[in-house]
């Protein structure tokens, strides 16, 4: 068996700072994907008003500054809603204009 050197442990470690910010992202990105629809009838939805869909012209989760999905995404992550996914087309009484 190979003994490890001090310069095997130094690239190893360079490894594992490298790749550790890239499998949290994919890691997070899978929840996103996998997580749960938000229910309207949940009750933090429900005393924000949520919807799957708006009402409100001009206003919805895809142009909310705290919908991190792209814009064009039809589901995604809300701040407001961890752990769950909302509607792109969904509006809630947090909503806040998406900067830029
Ligand atoms: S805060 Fe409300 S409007 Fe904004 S993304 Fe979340 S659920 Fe949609």
Known sequence: MKKLTRRDLLGLSAVAIVASPALALTSRLA????????????????????????????????????????????WGPCAIFPGKQVAGAGWCSAWVKRAG
């Open 31 to 74: 929840f996103a994907a996998d997580a749960p629809r938000l229910d309207p009838n949940d009750a933090q939805a429900s005393a924000l008003a949520y919807t799957h869909q708006s009402a409100k012209a001009g206003s919805n989760c895809a142009n909310c500054q705290l919908y991190s999905a792209g814009a064009g995404a039809a």
